[in-house]
């Protein structure tokens, strides 16, 4: 696909992103393995335990560190040839810049498409697999809270919730419906309620009907019910952030769910296309890391392009995080909250582009 030249720029740019990666990943193991150690210790986990859960955790270390690799690899690569006058000489001999960076910039391309793949595929299940480790195997806890494709299950003593959606800022379960069992596991009454709010006096529900199974039944209509839940807010936004890990076809079958029953679903909407948007975060870090090593290439040594390549980095994840916060509340457009920051660092790169041209 490539000449002579395009292999040996591929070769040169494969070289620093292996090294760039596999050294993110190996500070990312030791990092979290160093803080989950003690808690995993005083669990009682067995060492294949530990060593299983790090092992399935590496498709997620692997879509939250392979952009920040592309965007050193593409300055330490394009850095490197240009102090070396490589560039140089490849521009004397007719070539264009555009024609020397193609084969950089197709390997951001397949890179994106490796963690789309990876974020569709590989870790919605992974993920599944290291939540059972860490909190069934390790911490021998019983999950009594589910967070489903369509619903919120849980079991408190005698009475089983469940919920279509809820909100983490105001701390609120929409949709709810609160099953009470008698000791044989036979329905006592039912409730329904728009909405159940945790407050200070832990749940209560709002706009309740309930209906009897014993006796004569019947419907009663009430304005608030307190029921004996033993459900945490803090679960419930634990589940909330894991519906990041879910593939884009279940959170948009979860999404359109919602819509369907009439609750908002901007949140998974937001959430959904991220699941695309992100992974071509990697070919976004070419595009703005290219203008900007030939920019500095010529002065800059290794440490200023690793600094760069950190700064460049967390300015994009900072940004990213910032839109996407806007379009889960509501604020923006999930479309836009999930492909912003994107477009920002995209044409930022284009303008960086046409300066190099000019000089």
Not at 88 to 116: D, E, K
Not at 131 to 152: A, G, M
Not at 258 to 267: D, F, T
Not at 277 to 296: C, E, N, S, Y
């Amino acid at each position: 696909m490539f000449g002579i030249v395009g292999r040996y720029l591929a070769g040169t740019w494969l070289r620093l992103f292996l090294l760039c990666q596999g050294g993110f990943l190996a500070v990312y193991l030791i990092l979290d393995f160093m803080e989950k150690l003690g808690r995993f210790s005083k669990a009682g986990a067995s060492l294949s335990a530990i060593l299983q859960f790090f092992l399935f955790k590496i498709p997620e270390m692997l879509g939250q560190t392979m952009p920040f690799a592309v965007l050193m690899a593409t300055l330490l690569a394009l850095g490197m040839l240009s102090r070396s006058s490589e560039l140089t000489a490849l521009r004397s001999c007719g070539l264009s810049i555009p024609r020397i960076v193609l084969p950089i910039l197709m390997l951001g391309l397949l890179g994106s498409l490796v963690l789309l793949v990876n974020s569709e595929f590989v870790v919605p299940k992974s993920y599944q697999q290291m939540e059972h480790i860490e909190k069934v195997v390790i911490k021998k806890q019983s999950v009594n809270t589910f967070f489903r494709l369509n619903n919120i299950w849980f079991r408190s003593n005698n009475l089983i919730l469940q919920a279509k959606v809820f909100e983490p800022l105001t701390r609120t379960l929409k949709g709810v419906t609160v099953w009470e069992l008698s000791a044989d596991m036979q329905p006592v009454r039912r409730m329904d309620a728009e909405q159940a709010l945790y407050g200070s006096g832990g749940w209560e529900l709002l706009q309740v009907r309930t209906r009897s199974f014993a006796g004569q039944g019947g419907v009663v209509a009430s304005a608030r019910l307190s029921v004996p839940l033993t459900l945490k807010v803090d679960d419930l936004r634990i589940l909330d952030n894991n519906a990041d890990n879910f593939s884009f076809r279940k959170l948009r079958e979860y999404a359109v769910s919602l819509e369907k029953g009439g609750y908002p679903a901007g949140r998974y909407r937001t959430m959904m296309h991220a699941k695309l948007a992100l992974p071509f975060g990697a070919f976004v870090m070419v595009v703005l890391g290219i203008p900007f090593a030939l920019k500095t290439g010529r002065t800059s040594g290794v440490a200023m392009g690793v600094g760069a390549g950190v700064a460049i980095g967390f300015a994009y994840f900072i940004i990213n995080a910032a839109v996407q916060s806007y379009g889960r509340s509501g604020v923006l457009p999930p479309f836009v909250a999930a492909w912003g920051a994107n477009l920002i660092f995209v044409l930022t790169g284009i303008w960086l582009s046409m300066t190099v041209k000019q000089q």
